[in-house]
């Protein structure tokens, strides 16, 4: 109504982009491909909005070009529609108008022809004749056989044409099919190329504790097979000194195993801090009504900034003794608005190294020190009274009736720690044994790397499971004690090389409607209707095995046994004798002809 649109009335609207160079306005298809309707109503209130369109296009109605600045004017139409002729009642357009009479008139030739023959008195010159002879006489049998002949003749060349492109269709669909399979083969020898170079760069390099995992499996994997060595090839005092030595080695490889963890740890510690600082002072963003990202900024991001950028100016190491005493002197003014235990000690010690740095006490004296600063500065960053933004992204709740139902009992440390602290399992309830328990048993004794089955759960959660309780550990046991770590089809064991699809794809995914299978083998069993049919019958039956303990297992599971089927399938045996005799026998009879073929 602002706009002064009316009922059954009409306007004209033109859009303009607002930033033509980067973003212009394209119509998304040809004209004489718009499919647009001739109403459309807009959800204002319930305005009815009628589109016309031209007829048709406008035409080229002439111009002339300017001389001396060579433009070019047109000359102008208008939008109206010409008008429709009035009917005459005659019809114009019809045969009989268009089509000429056709009529049959003999008509004698205006030349009289005569023949002349040799007589008395009279010669004709014979010189130019010539003696004609009849030919052969073809009957009606022969000349339609004829034409037979050349008509079979003729489709013999088509249908040599129109194999020959049949051939040469094949022979391209052949050589785009070989290249496919070329690309595919290229393709996953490049993957476990980069997971070969990934591997051997995770040894070289660990950064985080699944690259440890892997260090504490190989040097695990490397002490059994030292040992099977010393132990199958000497005796008495010679295998004892041997393993000793072996004992030692492993000792020294732990201990520089962690001493990098420590490093890395120290690392990791510093990116962590700044990133939690840089999250803390970031403004809040909201989403304007035109699609905008609006930075807003407030008075508690404001003094989370301000306490970044001195944290950072404090942890400086590299700077003069003017700037160091200028960044301890804003430090002290800054804490000195509260006043607590805290803030004391930080007073306390910035007074302490401005004493010493003006006693002239050099600066590798004066690292423990500084230290201390950063690491009560830190504490007082933390502390949602002198910094309200960090309240968002500290761990540990304010408020101590939240912690009631969050502290679990770990029963190897017998620490009382958080809910986050702990490995949850596919049943949603946590292990007895916290994460770092968990991570020294690792190192002490199992020595485990479950970067195989992280990549096959990454991958299955993207085909079939983007939202599963599934976890790691739920992958493992499934991988290692239902289908033993390798292919049902082919036994193959590369771990990098296999993945988990549906047994039957008309059912969804689950611990009992899966196979684990190759990557070269998955492309195939998907494109499989009725594996039934398929498969032989051992291979089969050994599959439904697999599938019961996979049920056996998980139906303990509460978020699983719900998705179990109200009659789950008979086992094996049952199957076997409730099926009749005959039935048996020419399933079987089947079955061996297909594994013969």
């Given at each position: ?122 010669y004709v010159s014979c010189m130019n004749d010539r003696l004609v002879t009849p030919g052969t006489y073809t009957t009606a049998d022969e000349h339609h056989d004829r034409r037979l002949r050349a008509v079979i003749r003729l489709q013999t060349f088509a249908r040599r044409w129109l194999a020959q492109q049949a051939v040469d269709h094949l022979r391209k ?425």
């Amino acid at each position: 109504m602002e706009l002064g649109v009316r009922p059954h009335s009409s306007t004209r609207m033109e859009m303009s982009s607002t930033d033509p160079s980067f973003h212009p306005l394209r119509p998304v298809r040809p004209l004489e491909h718009d499919s647009m309707p001739d109403v459309i109503t807009v959800q204002v209130e319930e305005v009815v909005v009628e589109i016309e369109r031209p007829r048709h296009q406008k035409a080229f109605l002439g111009g002339y070009r300017h001389r001396l600045t060579g433009l070019e004017y047109h000359h102008a139409a208008v939008q109206t529609l010409p008008k429709r002729r009035p009917d005459r009642g005659v019809a114009v357009f019809s045969r009989d108008t268009q089509t000429v009479e056709l009529k049959s008139q003999a008509q004698q030739c205006p030349v009289s022809a005569s023949t002349q023959m040799t007589g008395i008195g009279c010669y004709v010159s014979c010189m130019n004749d010539r003696l004609v002879t009849p030919g052969t006489y073809t009957t009606a049998d022969e000349h339609h056989d004829r034409r037979l002949r050349a008509v079979i003749r003729l489709q013999t060349f088509a249908r040599r044409w129109l194999a020959q492109q049949a051939v040469d269709h094949l022979r391209k669909e052949r050589a785009r099919r070989l290249a496919w399979l070329e690309m595919q083969e290229r393709r996953r020898n490049e993957e476990k190329e980069e997971q070969l170079r990934d591997r051997r760069n995770r040894w070289l390099n660990p950064k985080r504790q699944e690259d440890f995992n892997l260090l504490y499996q190989a040097l695990e994997k490397w002490r059994n097979e030292e040992e099977q060595r010393i132990s199958s090839s000497l005796r008495g005092a010679e295998r004892k000194a041997a393993l000793c030595a072996l004992l030692d080695q492993e000792m020294d490889l732990i201990a520089a195993i962690g001493r990098h963890h420590i490093a890395v740890h120290s690392d990791n510690y510093d990116k962590a801090v700044r990133n939690f600082l840089d999250k803390s002072a970031s403004p809040h963003q909201r989403r304007a009504a035109d699609g905008r990202l609006i930075e807003i900024e407030t008075q508690n991001t404001i003094r989370a900034r301000e306490l970044r950028d001195l944290y950072n100016s404090i942890s400086l190491t590299t700077v003069s003794q003017e700037q160091r005493l200028h960044f301890l002197m804003t430090l002290k003014h800054t804490v000195k608005e509260q006043e607590c235990a805290l803030t004391r000690d930080i007073v306390d010690l910035v007074d302490r190294e401005v004493d010493l740095m003006t006693r002239g006490v050099k600066s590798a004296k004066l690292e423990g020190l500084r230290k201390r600063i950063c690491t009560l500065l830190l504490q007082y960053i933390k502390t949602p009274a002198f910094n309200p933004e960090v309240a968002k992204l500290l761990k540990v709740p304010q408020n101590p009736s939240q912690l009631k139902n969050d502290m679990i009992l770990c029963q190897y440390c017998h620490r009382y720690l958080r809910l986050t602290d702990f490995i949850m399992s596919a049943s949603g309830s946590p292990n007895r044994q916290c994460r770092q328990c968990a991570r020294l048993n690792n190192i002490a004794r199992s020595r485990h790397d479950f970067t195989f089955y992280k990549s096959i759960l990454m991958r299955l959660r993207a085909d079939d499971l983007p939202s599963s309780s599934f976890q790691v550990q739920d992958m493992q046991y499934l991988v290692e004690a239902v289908w033993a770590s390798r292919s049902a089809l082919s036994a193959n064991i590369d771990l990098y090389n296999l993945a988990f699809v549906r047994w039957d794809r008309q059912k969804d995914w689950s611990p009992w409607n899966c196979i684990l299978l190759s990557k070269e083998e998955t492309s195939a069993h998907l494109e499989v209707e009725d594996v039934h049919t398929t498969y032989d019958t051992t291979l089969i039956h050994e599959i439904e095995r697999k599938h019961a303990q996979a049920r056996r297992h998980f139906s303990q599971v509460p978020v699983m046994s719900e998705q179990l089927d109200t009659h789950p399938a008979a086992v094996l045996g049952n199957q076997l004798v409730s099926k009749p005799i005959t039935m048996a026998i020419i399933k079987h009879t089947r079955d061996t002809q297909t594994s013969d073929h």
